[in-house]
């Protein structure tokens, strides 16, 4: 393909330009992840102009990110934690608490590793938290990995309680990993129904807990250098989940902070395990220890690194990839990719390996 000089100038400009703001993606200090428990993507486009669409507009997100099935609780938050196919962790019910299927690996607190045990191997002195509202969700975390983690109790009566845990934790610690995770709108949507008023006007009061983290992490002075991920398990059909709809499949991914483009809308497909490698990604020092070590390499044969080198991209913390003429692979975390393959789909990239 003929290309013209100031084509070419301007993909090179472009190119030449995306290693600096990865670098600067790269470098945050401090991760929030907000989860939603029964959120649906349904949810954003039967209503507009609410609080939640508000951080969408702030945000690189898509509403097409998919559960795994069962699309029931525990398999899904295990899933994003751990960043593998439940075929792999072997957490497969909505209250898994140990693997039904064993682990393919297991770290040294005999869990399957994930974002909290990696970090933790990472960076031993790392202040790293998770709260939350369901009980279930300490049997996922890897709670030997964490410093701190506690359940908010008796939500139903004191349902602002988990967001002051947060901004009490966060104002305290400066955590460089914080994961909050509220039982609803799964809750309302068990006991009043999804797509209901009910459900939205709880969606509705989430959203004043999101922003409270939000300010949090601005009064403890870590705002600047914080990324935010605000997603969910599962959506839900009338009183219920767990089944092959895609209402309760659909599930919102949404990422801000440093670094990150707003209003950008994800194309490439994304389905629950995408949700770990950003985590990881984000962290250059993890990413750098990632990449350097490759603890996934341990677990896998050459046959699987000669065969199935994407999954081995994915494995090492890269949520998507591209390749350049030499078949080298470049990792870019995903709010960049889009970038990156609407020019590889016309152009080949080079890139200096
Ligand atoms: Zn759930």
Known sequence: MKRSITTTLFLTTLLLSIPLVCTRAQQCEHLVFIGLDGWGSYSLEHSSGTALHTWLRQSTYTLEKRSVLPSSSAVNWATMFMGASPEIHGYTEWGSQ??????????????????????????????????????????????????????AADYTRH???????????????KPRLTAVIFDNPDHIGHTEGH?????????EELATYVDRIVEATRAAGIHDETIFILTSDHGGI???????????????????????????????????????????????SLLHRYGQEKPWQN???????????????????????????????????????????????????????
């Open 299 to 353: 677990s896998s044969s050459e046959t699987e690194r000669k065969y199935f080198p994407e999954n081995q991209e994915r494995k090492m913390g890269c949520i998507y990839s591209c390749r350049n003429a030499k078949g080298a692979a470049i990792c870019l975390p995903a709010p960049f990719t889009d970038l990156i393959q609407e020019i590889s789909g016309v152009y080949q990239i080079t890139i200096k390996n």
């Open 238 to 284: 009338e009183k219920g989940h767990g089944g092959k709809t895609l209402q309760e499949l659909r599930t919102p991914f949404l990422i801000w902070g440093k670094g990150v483009k707003a209003s950008y809308q994800l194309s490439e497909n994304m389905a629950q395990y995408d949700v770990a490698p950003p985590w990881r990604s984000y962290w250059g």
């Open 98 to 151: 140990t693997p039904e299927i064993p682990s393919r690996e297991i770290n040294r607190h005999g869990i399957f590793p994930s974002v909290f045990s990696i970090l933790r191997e990472a960076e031993p002195e790392a202040e790293i938290g998770c709260l939350y509202e369901w009980d279930g969700i300490k049997y996922l975390i890897d709670t030997l990995s964490v410093s701190y983690h506690a359940l």
């Open 159 to 173: 349902p602002a309680r988990l967001c002051e845990m947060a901004e009490q934790y966060i104002l305290a610690k």
């Open 195 to 203: 797509d209901t008023p009910a459900y939205y006007a709880k969606l």
